[in-house]
Every structure is written in structure tokens, then in C-alpha cells.
């Protein structure tokens, strides 16, 4: 990668929760002082600062980054909020890649923020309004009502059962039982709890599904020069990568996420990765549905289309399988307050590479890792690779 | 900065107060095709990443970057939307190419603000939930606030200010990209009636449609694409506190941290004398004179004399706004900022018609994201 070296050298997230008694400000400062403390850093050492944020019809909040830039620490900075839906919390380092890249910043802080029990009485209410307000807002849509079709694309394509998709929730559900932070952990959940939850929108189950949550997550990025002097153990941001697919979601094939491959192509080849299967040693892609993780699993070029259910019934997708896929039990575990449950993520592959993941740390030391984020109408995807 | 950049193409399109005939996709694509004509490239091929910039409430559809990819042969291609001022955009796609990895990106701003039946409602939104918004009143009070306290502090009259509104609205008669000109004058603008006191109507900027698209190369690929590359010289941008009851009302803190950035990343030391002329953002008459003064460009409370001493009109020794500003052309929402860029570069290239300034060779423009916010942008460009 040409511009300067960009590394993670801290991280901090409050916990998950179903309502936070914190307003959205302070959710964001809890972050960002965590994020801060595990670098010994303070904001006089931060240059500028990143925000990400998911829909402001949450918590009803017009030009939200602006009210939120003191609880991210950004009084008196340069403060820039980026935005693409969902895949923002994966995009927002990658904003913190570029704002350090570029060599105007040494050091910038990148916090999401996401407070969805504002939004009365379910957020779902809120998402009525992503959609086309001509062609598909007078039908009143859910979104669930639209991943049912994307999950029964996948399903019918490849012909798989609702078995094969649950291992994925079961898995996550158990990871997060490891994560000090989740809402949804439980070590003892089976294939038949998830089976016999409650229907929502066919395919779609309750627990095929991650719950509305409140949190924060902060990350702070600095240039090589300073990430040396501050931590033996930066970990670096090798290659990014992001898409976006048409509007028009009805008119394209459901069953594979082009936009993710696409994605991972970018920040494959800024990493210099021609055999991901081999050189990505954990994964982290976006899994607010069981069946996502596996669609997106496809979409990285990590299992061949198809098949990445059957290597989830196989273990390999485990935390001590060959390739460990949400140790930190992901969206459907820890919890999904949208952009801060992206950069969740990246914090999982940061914390995973140092070897400071506590009980959910996979053996083998792993050595590069990627966290994937997907968003708008089934349609962006943000790739990060980051190594040691 | 460690690589050059330079704006290689500029589209737009509306800068009218209302356009029934055209959505904001159609908008869009109108400036699209005429920045990418002029800088002759293909979108499909040639751009390696897209910025645009929006707010869902004002778009009216929420996770409003969706609808942007189609209309600017964008798809399958790095897109991301800033929620923020369009000159924010700017400084996403400038670092974009610092970086290296991009050589080609394009910036989008527009705004279809006539589709917006209530917006001081809508702006009301954007008030602490909690402190502020039970307060239910026009938000404009802030700026009228805003502006006693500039006045008592600054020694500024209100003669001063309107004056900021009769030159812009006179400088707008000169530019056919704006809907607002109109031959007024200071009394005019003092007697027209009260909105927040004392702000009056006339200087208050109006709304307009319209889209901004520009298209960004870096140094070696700017050279090749056009004769006549509009460089970025320097980007500044930063936020004050976004508390009504902690800021200080007199100043614009958040303009004087974005002028620190700008002119030491452009290498600037001495504005008033190396730059030539302002876009700046005047939402409001008297922010362009607070602003003038936050930004270096003339000593703190002198702005007002300056402007009615005629040295910020277009003939004058340093002119501002020679576009119109927002009061000639309109506020454009996200986009106003990128107004003040598009200006910039047409001076720049001596393509301003009737309204070009003489010695145009450094241009700075500055956005702010207005009431109630703390938040501004400025850019630095030079032919």
C-alpha cells in the first residue's frame, strides 16, 4: 500500500443492551474514553475524529453527527461522519485508514454509535422509510419482509434447509457467551431452541435474527511513527475495500452478494492476498441474519458458492475450526446496534491478532484477519483486512 | 499535502427555487454528465471512487445513500456517502487521493429543498432532544441570537450586515446560475420585516434546487485530462461544541480551527495577501462578515466597514462572493458549500461571465452546516 502505514493501537466498547438509561452522547463518550484508556492516550493526542452512525430516524436526531461530535471526543477537531447504511460501522476505519493515509493526521479516533430503543415502539418503523417512496413505500414493506426473500433465494438456489442455516445462530449465540459486552450469549442454546422460535416473515425466525441493541464502539488509528511508540502490538490495516450495487434490488440475483465479492477483490488486492482461503486466518463478516454469515462467506471467496453451510455443520467455522467465523459471537450474540456493531467487529479482529480476546481468543495466534460489513437495500459492502 | 490534486471537471445543474420538471435523480445525472464530459471520462471505467454527500432528513428517505450509485454510473464501484457540508465531501474525496490508491474520484452534492414542505420543522430535529427542541421555537432564533452578540462584541451595526445582502443579491444579478438576484439595498434589506430580531427577512438566505458534481484526478492524471487543473492547495475543516449554552456566540470558533488547518496544510501565512478572493458561506448576512473575520481575512470587528466601504465587492480589493453567495443563489442544504468550490474554480479558469474578477488566482471557500450546528469546511484552490 502506497500513503503511510495505518495501524489500530486501541480499542474500547460499552456494553450491548436492549435500552441503554445512557442518552446517545454518552454511550459515544464511554467508547471513546475506553478506546482512549487502552493506549494511554487522551484527546490532546487525537487529530481528528471519525463518526459513524445508522439512520437518523432512530433516535429522531437531524444531522445526528453533529449533536454526537462532543460525546466522540470532537470538540474543537475536524470531525467528518461517513454513511453507507449498514456497512457503516466496517466503513468508518476504513474513513480512519484514509484520513491517517492521506498524511494529514497522526492519530484519529473512529467511534459508531447506535441507539435504537429511541425509536418507538420497535425501529422497524424507522426502515420503513429506506425504501423507494414511489414504487415500494405504499406497500408498507418490512424489512424482514425482504430478507425472507433474499434468505429464500439463497435457500432455493442451493437448495438447502432451515437446519443447515441455524448452525450459524447456535454457533454465534454460543461464542458470545464468551463476550463480556453481549446481549444475546447463552453456551447452552441448540438447533431445536433456534427451530423453535417464533415465525416472523417465512423463512425468517425470531432467532434466525440479531436483536434491536444500544451501544458504542471507539477504535483509535494512528501512522506508523506514532503506533510504534505507543504499543509493541499494532495491528495494521492492509488493505480496504468498498461497493455499492444499484437501488434497484428487485431486479438483481438475490442468492449471491456481488457487491461483497467485489469489495473483497479491492481489499484483497491492496493486501496483496491472492489465496484468501489461506492467508485470512479469521473472519468476521456481518451476520445481523444466520443466513448472512454464510452469504457472505460465499461473497469473501472464503467457501465456494453453496458451501459454506455444509463447512459450518463441519466445525471449520468454529472458534478452534480451521477458520474461526464471529469468535466474538457476532451480531446474532453480542448484539447489533447497526454501525457500532460493525466496528465491533474490527475491534474482534484487533483484540483476536493480539491475543487479547480473553475466553473467546482462537488458538494458533492468527496473523491476518478481515471483518465485512453489508448495508443500504441488500446492496454495499466494506471489507477490512488487518494484520500483524 | 503529499501528492497533487486538482479539480479536472465541474457540472450542475437547477440553482432555481423550485424545479418541478426534475427529481434529484435527474438533478444528479444532469451535473454528472457535464463533469464527466468535461473532464472527459466515463464513469464506468475512469472514477475509482464516488463522495456524496446527504442528510437523510432532508432527502426525506432515510439511509439515503442507496439512491445514489444509478444516476451517477456509479455501480459496482466505491461509493460512500458524508453526512455532512459538501465541502466535508470534498475533503473525504482529497484525502481519498492522498492516499495513493485512487487517482480519479468524483464529489456530488444537491439539494432538492422545495421538496421539503416544513423545513424549519424539519431543522428543529436537529436540536438537543433533551435541552433545546422543547423549546419549540423557529430555529432561526439561534441565528438571531447569534448575531446580537456578534454585533455587541464585533461593534458591528446592523447597516453593516444588510449590506452583506445588497451586495450579494446585486452580485447575483450577474450570475444566471442564481434565482435570488435582485436589485436591493441596504435600507431595502434593514427594512424588510423581522424573522428572529434583529435578522430580518432579506438576510436570511432562500432556498434552491440544484446539484454540484465535481471530479477530482491526481497530479500526473490531472495534467493529462485537462490544460487548465484547478489545484487544492489546502483542507481544513473542524466543530465547535454543539451546545447552545457553552459556545461562544460572538465568534465562529469552529471557522477560525478550519482556517488554522487550511492555511497550514497550504502552506499559507499570510492569508489576506495570498489569496485573492472568498466564497464564504453567508446562510445568513452577518456570517459572512463573522466569518470573514474568523478566517483571517480581516482583523476582528472590521468586516463591516470593509463591506460597506464596498472592499468585498467584486471591483473591490478582495471580493466575496462575487457568486451571490447563498443570498443570491439560494442555500442548496449539503450542497451550499460546494456552490462556494464551483464559484472558486469558474473565477479561477476565467470562465465567471460578466461577474469575473480581475486578478484570480487563489480562491478559498468555506461552508457551514448552519443552525444550530458548529461545523465548517474551507478549501484553498489556485489555477
Known sequence: MSGNRVAVVGAGMTKFVRRAQETAKELAWEATHLALESCDMTLDDIDAVIIGTAPDAFDAVHMKSEYLSDGCGGWGKPVIRGYVGGGTGVFAPIQGWYHVASGLFDTVLVVCEEKMSSCQPHPQGAFLTIFDHTTERPLEPNLLWIFALEMNAYMNRYGLDKRDIATVAVKNKRNAADHPAALLGDANITLEDILNTEVLAWPVQRGDVSPVTDGAVALVMSAEHVARRVTNKPVWVEGVGWTLDTAYWTNRDLSYPVYVEEAARMAYKMAGITEPRQQIHIAEPYDPFDYKELHHLEGLMLFDKGEAPRAAADGVTQRDGDLPVCPSGGLLGVGNPIAAAGLMKVAEIFWQLRGEAGARQVPGSPKRGLAQAWGDLMQVGTVIVMGV | ?383
Not at chain 2, 484547478?230 to 457553552?246: F, K, Y
Open chain 2, 1 to 383: 499535502m503529499i501528492r497533487e490534486v486538482a479539480i479536472v471537471g465541474v457540472g450542475w445543474s437547477g440553482f432555481r427555487p423550485i424545479t418541478p420538471d426534475l427529481s434529484y435523480k435527474e438533478l444528479m445525472y444532469e451535473a454528472a454528465v457535464q463533469a464527466y464530459e468535461e473532464a472527459g471520462i466515463d464513469p464506468r471505467r475512469d472514477v475509482d471512487s464516488f463522495v456524496t454527500v446527504a442528510e437523510d432528513y432532508n432527502e426525506g428517505t432515510s439511509i439515503f445513500d442507496e439512491y445514489v450509485p444509478d444516476q451517477l454510473g456509479a455501480l459496482h464501484r466505491p461509493v460512500q456517502t458524508i453526512s455532512g457540508e459538501g465541502i466535508h465531501g470534498l475533503a473525504a474525496a482529497v484525502m481519498q487521493i492522498l492516499t495513493g490508491q485512487f487517482d480519479v474520484v468524483v464529489v456530488e452534492g444537491h439539494s432538492k429543498a422545495s421538496n421539503i414542505l416544513t423545513l424549519p420543522y424539519i431543522l428543529a430535529f436537529a436540536f438537543d432532544p433533551v435541552f433545546n427542541r422543547p423549546l419549540a421555537v423557529h430555529p432561526y432564533y439561534v441565528a438571531g441570537m447569534e448575531m446580537l452578540r456578534y454585533q455587541v462584541e464585533s461593534g458591528t451595526s446592523h447597516y453593516e450586515c444588510a449590506c452583506v445582502a445588497a451586495k450579494n443579491r446585486n452580485n447575483a444579478l450577474l450570475n444566471p446560475l442564481a434565482g435570488y438576484g435582485a436589485a436591493i439595498s441596504a435600507a431595502d434589506v434593514m427594512a424588510s420585516e423581522p424573522v428572529a430580531e434583529p435578522l430580518t427577512r432579506l438576510e436570511c438566505a432562500g432556498h434552491s434546487d440544484g446539484c454540484i458534481t465535481l471530479v477530482l484526478a491526481a497530479g500526473e492524471t490531472a495534467r493529462a485530462l485537462t490544460d487548465t487543473p484547478v489545484w487544492v492547495r489546502g483542507i481544513g475543516w473542524a466543530n465547535d461544541t454543539p451546545w447552545l449554552e457553552s459556545r461562544p456566540w460572538g465568534e465562529a470558533r469552529y471557522a477560525q480551527a478550519a482556517a488554522e488547518m487550511v492555511y497550514r496544510t497550504a502552506g499559507i501565512k499570510s492569508p489576506r495577501a495570498e489569496i485573492d478572493f472568498a466564497e464564504i458561506d453567508d446562510t445568513f448576512a452577518y456570517k459572512e462578515l463573522q466569518h470573514l473575520e474568523a478566517l483571517n481575512l480581516c482583523p476582528p470587528g472590521a468586516a463591516g466597514e470593509w463591506t460597506a466601504a464596498g472592499g468585498t465587492e467584486i471591483g473591490g480589493e478582495f471580493p466575496v462572493n462575487p457568486s451571490g453567495g447563498a443570498l443570491g443563489q439560494g442555500h442548496l442544504l449539503d450542497a451550499t458549500g460546494l456552490a462556494r468550490v464551483l464559484e472558486v474554480v469558474l473565477q479561477l479558469r476565467g470562465q465567471a461571465g460578466q461577474r469575473q474578477i480581475e486578478t484570480a488566482e487563489v480562491g478559498l471557500a468555506f461552508g457551514w452546516r448552519g443552525v444550530p450546528t458548529t461545523g465548517g469546511a474551507a478549501v484553498i484552490l489556485s489555477n
